[in-house]
């Protein structure tokens, strides 16, 4: 069964530092997708990067950036010069290619501080 | 802007009530679904559907059945509320598999 962990249930950083938060997954097919969500306060949730498997460069979206480790099945999030509206719950997920069902991590709280 | 509208933000309803949380799209998405997510266990699928009047169950179907007489609306029932269904429940909608969701601001149900 696939599955998506993340490890870290929250985190902190100062406001203008970087940030790393960590997602792993299990699965046995060969395509797939990764995502990133973030849902602040308001419970919006938002789309942060997406990540193609069979795409070896790293997605980037101006300050978020992943680390993406294929053969270790690891879909790392980076937060560059964090800013206080960064602070959320941060969702990784995962789905096979051709499927409608996402599977979702458990959530990494953010917290950051100024 | 593309919008998923949940009906309701906040909802208290009495146990053994049949509730019906309601959820609408505007992107002409064929793919909508319900989760509900609970602290510490992320989110988990409910049910979805991929076409007008077609619903395929999800990992937690049980208690729960679904609606979508509309391609922009799809309903989510609670046939009998009960108290260990007191969640936050997230509608989204997808265009294709793949490409991400795009979500509502979810539904607090309070069952009581």
């Known amino acids: 069964a696939q599955t998506v962990t993340q490890s870290q249930p929250e985190m902190s950083v100062q406001e203008a530092e970087t940030v790393t938060l960590s997602c792993t997954y299990d699965t046995s097919e060969s395509d797939y997708y990764l995502f990133w969500y973030k849902q602040p306060p308001s419970r919006q949730m938002i789309l942060v990067i997406r990540q193609e498997a069979y795409k070896q460069q790293n997605a980037t979206e101006n300050r978020f950036s992943v680390n993406f480790q294929k053969a270790a099945k690891s879909f790392s999030l980076k937060i560059s010069d964090s800013q206080l509206g960064d602070a959320a719950m941060y969702f990784c997920a995962y789905n096979a290619g051709g499927t409608y069902k996402y599977i979702f991590g458990t959530g990494t709280r953010l917290k950051v501080l100024a | ?112």
């Open chain 2, 1 to 112: 802007d593309v919008k998923v509208t949940q009906s309701s933000r906040y909802l208290v309803k009495r146990t053994g009530e049949k509730v019906f949380l309601e959820c609408v799209q505007d992107m002409d998405h064929e793919n909508m679904f319900w989760y509900r997510q609970d602290p510490g266990l992320g989110l988990r699928l409910i049910y979805f559907s991929y076409d007008v009047k077609m619903k395929e169950k999800g990992d937690i179907p049980e208690g729960y059945s679904v609606s979508r007489e509309k391609k922009e609306r799809f309903s989510l029932i609670l046939e009998s509320a009960s108290t260990n269904q007191t969640s936050m429940y997230l509608c989204a909608s997808s265009l294709l598999t793949g490409i991400g969701y795009t979500f509502g601001s979810g539904t607090r149900l309070t069952v009581v």
